[in-house]
């Protein structure tokens, strides 16, 4: 069985991290947001086709060095597709019925319990649903009671949802479902081809599952997703190989080779490979890339920095984006991908 993994799209809102890698190879707790997906993928799932395009070459490089007992393919799209033109453009790996991930999520669906309803629905598309408050930013369904669907507004206006289920961005489709899709186009799944398969096909199911939820879309859900793993693991902080800590970590994550200098406070924050943090720091709600450097006495509040940026002694920060550097060639300004016509 196969499991697309849709890990394309620049990650506009994760930047400036992404300005230097893809967004599914970010870490959380020191692994890649996409080996986590990975690992959730049942024993029957042995074929995993990567859906790429911006930093394609990364995530080739990671998966050379990293095995997880599947057969892994790295399929680029010339250009971002869309997630349903990505869907599209692996139509030549499917053989069968088939997962759809999102790389961005992180959760606690169990994808084989949501095969077996899948299965038992006899449905065309099963789509995995979590209830949240503000609804806006995702898609949101309208459900019978027996879990078919009827109705999939993508990114509506509060006034305008139908329900507080979303997309929580796991798919099970049948091969059918592709022929609904366009070749070589630039195609949202779920603003195009979604209602059409609710209308047509009348078999669109909806999955809940219990436990917890997160999208990895920004940085505040970057910093809470570590929070919520750290919590899950009864765990108040937790560093890679190689660290010195002299300060103090609170509900903080650190890569590997990491320094904290003394009478330095770190808080809610998520510190990458290779950075060096000074004395009498004070770090909070912060993320900071790799190998960046942070002089003594700084305060840093709400603040994103960079990789390889370097933030003189005393510097006073709150809520900005720390990047002197060029921005990539080819990186939009604006969101694309999954959000189209807007
Ligand atoms: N290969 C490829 N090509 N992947 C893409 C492209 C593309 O052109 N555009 C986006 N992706 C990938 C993203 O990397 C992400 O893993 C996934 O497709 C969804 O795109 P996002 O840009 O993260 O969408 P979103 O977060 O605004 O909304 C989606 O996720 C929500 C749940 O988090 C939608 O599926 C919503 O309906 C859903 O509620
Ligand atoms: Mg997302």
Redesign the pocket.
């Known amino acids: 069985m196969e499991a697309i993994i849709?890990?394309?799209?620049f990650?506009t809102r994760l930047r400036p991290f992404t300005f230097t890698r893809a967004?599914?190879l970010l870490p959380i707790i020191n692994e890649p947001m996409i080996a986590h997906l990975i690992k959730t993928l049942p024993k029957k799932v042995d074929t995993v086709i990567l859906?790429?395009?911006y930093r394609r070459e990364q995530i080739e490089e990671y998966f050379c060095k990293h095995d997880f007992g599947k057969t892994i393919i790295v399929n680029e799209?010339p250009e971002?597709?869309?997630?349903g033109?990505?869907v599209k453009f692996a139509d030549k790996h499917i053989v069968g019925s088939f997962f759809v991930l999102?790389?961005?999520?992180i959760c606690s669906l169990n994808l084989a319990e949501m095969l077996r309803f899948h299965e038992k629905k006899k449905a065309v598309a099963t789509i995995s649903l979590w209830p949240v408050e503000n609804v806006s930013?995702?898609?949101v369904v309208d459900i019978r009671k027996d879990g078919t669907i009827t109705k999939f507004v993508?990114k509506p206006k509060a006034e305008d949802a139908p329900s507080d289920l979303?997309?929580?961005?796991a798919y099970l489709l049948e091969p059918q479902v592709l022929n609904y899709i366009e070749p070589g186009k630039l195609i949202s799944m779920?603003k195009q081809i979604f209602p059409q398969i609710i209308q047509n096909t009348g078999r669109f199911f909806g999955y809940k599952f219990q436990g917890h939820w997160m999208?990895v879309?920004r940085i505040s859900s970057y910093i809470s997703v570590h929070k919520l793993l750290l919590e899950k693991q009864k765990k108040t902080f937790i560093t890679g190989d190689q660290c010195t800590i002299q300060g103090i970590l609170r509900q903080s994550c650190a890569g590997n080779r990491v320094s904290v200098g003394k009478n330095t406070t770190v808080e809610s924050s998520v510190l990458f490979d290779e950075v060096t943090i000074g004395e009498n720091v004070t770090l909070d709600h912060c993320v900071i890339g790799e190998h960046v450097s942070i002089g003594d006495g700084s305060v840093l509040r709400n603040v994103a920095v960079g990789d390889n940026e370097r933030v003189q002694d005393g510097t006073v920060l709150d809520n900005v984006v720390v990047w002197n550097q060029p921005i990539p060639q080819g990186y939009p300004s604006k969101?694309i991908?999954?959000?189209i016509g807007e």
């Open positions: 849709l890990a394309g799209g990650g967004k599914s859906a790429v395009n799209e971002p597709l869309g997630t033109g990505a999102n790389a961005d999520i930013e995702f898609g993508e979303i997309n929580a961005g779920e999208d879309g969101q991908g999954n959000v």
